[in-house]
């Protein structure tokens, strides 16, 4: 699982614990990320630009929930994000 796929799962997780299984639904509208497996905590980016896909995912949430969706997502990535050069760095979490 690469750093973005991890970032994607941190935030689907987080999410989650607020919005329950919701989050697993309204991830799975982002075009370009694929669930694989929600019960044990699979996805991957696929085809596209990974921070764009991010930026989706945080958006979805932010549409639904608000800006303190955002926050949540930028919160849970945080710890990734030094794994990733700030080129790589989704704009939604900067």
Not at 80 to 94: F, T
């Amino acid at each position: 699982m690469t750093v973005i796929d991890q970032i994607a799962l941190k935030i689907i997780k987080e999410q989650e614990l607020i919005i329950g299984p919701l989050a697993w639904q309204e991830a799975k509208k982002v075009t370009g990320l694929r669930i694989i497996d929600s019960r044990h905590d699979s996805v991957t980016i696929e085809n596209g630009d990974n921070r764009l896909i991010i930026d989706k995912l945080v958006s979805q949430y932010e549409r639904l929930f608000g800006r303190a969706s955002r926050e949540v997502s930028k919160e849970a990535a945080t710890p990734l994000l030094k794994e990733l050069a700030s080129e790589q760095i989704p704009s939604s979490l900067k």
